[in-house]
């Protein structure tokens, strides 16, 4: 059974740094893509970056970008969502997902996911 399980968020003030981690369990991950996204209440669930198991090669939304960063541990079978310079705006609840393989614009389609955490709120206060 595949899990995906988020943690690390929290209440931090704008300009400040959370780590989010996503634990992923169940099968072999080096296939598949690894994304995060978050969604805000009343709005659509977003693209912020993913990783690639294999290589890692990385790919971010351009709100995010320079801000976030996206590592993994593959002896821990776990991902990273880095996040500094947080905005009131980055305020959601964020979600890692996996995706078997990952190719062109596939990954930031949120309905391309295989599996999908929990969710993690993050709140950036003013």
């Known amino acids: 059974q595949v899990q995906l399980v988020e943690s690390g968020g929290g209440l931090v003030q704008a300009g400040g740094s959370l780590r989010l981690s996503c634990a992923a369990s169940?099968?072999?991950?080096?296939?598949?893509?690894m994304g995060w996204f978050r969604q805000a209440p009343g709005k659509e669930r977003e693209f912020v970056g993913a990783?690639?198991?294999?290589?890692?090669?990385?790919y971010y939304a351009d709100s995010v970008k320079g801000r976030f960063t996206i590592s993994r541990d593959n002896a821990k079978n776990t991902v990273y969502l880095q996040m500094n310079s947080l905005k009131p705006e980055d305020t959601a609840v964020y979600y890692c997902?996996?995706?078997?393989?990952?190719?062109?614009?596939?990954?930031?389609?949120?309905?391309?996911?295989?599996?999908w955490g929990q969710g993690t709120q993050v709140t950036v206060s003013s």
């Open positions: 990783i690639r198991w294999s290589g890692g090669s990385t």
């Open positions: 169940g099968r072999t991950f080096s296939s598949y893509t």
């Open positions: 997902a996996a995706q078997y393989g990952g190719t062109g614009s596939r990954i930031l389609n949120v309905d391309e996911y295989d599996y």
